[in-house]
């Protein structure tokens, strides 16, 4: 197999990334331990394997969603310190603004 040379520049360029002198030094090489790793795994014969999403069956944990009655008007008002109807009464919070 011949030695890679990956351009790191031309690679942080399209990044959008401005890399000293030494961090192009220290990034050339692990550059092309990454492409050989991934031609590496290309090399593997996956015919007849199926594609998936993730590497284990996953299950819902999850309970079947089923509509169920909700709480009263009554109910959610009961303990609010003042309202108005069927609404709960707020004070008015304007941050920054004077009158």
Known sequence: ????????????????????????????????NIVKYVEKIS????DGVEPMMHGRELVNAFREDVVRPGMSTETALANAPKRVGDEFLLPKIVEGAES
């Open 1 to 32: 197999m011949e030695k890679l040379k990956i351009d790191v520049a031309y690679v942080a360029e399209l990044a959008r990334l401005e890399l000293t002198d030494e961090e192009k030094a220290v990034f050339q090489p692990q550059l092309e």
């Open 43 to 46: 090399s593997v014969d996956v």
